[in-house]
């Protein structure tokens, strides 16, 4: 049997999720945030790929 390629979740995975869920369920319950750190995220969720590949 051949091993399937599964990818584990990592911190920046988990923290991005987590903030999507977070925005998500604030709107669903009419709650205006301040910031959102939605695009923060992204570019840091972005920038953890490059800081994985350098050595």
């Known amino acids: ?3 399937k390629a599964i990818a584990f979740p990592t911190d920046a995975k988990l923290y991005f ?3 999507q869920a977070l925005v998500k369920m ?3 319950y ?4 301040r910031q959102t750190y939605e695009k923060l995220a992204k ?3 972005c920038m ?3 800081y994985a590949l350098a050595k």
């Open 1 to 3: 049997m051949m091993p």
């Open 17 to 19: 999720k987590s903030i």
């Open 26 to 28: 604030a709107d669903n």
């Open 30 to 33: 009419q709650i205006t945030l």
């Open 43 to 45: 570019t840091a969720l």
């Open 48 to 50: 953890r790929a490059g």
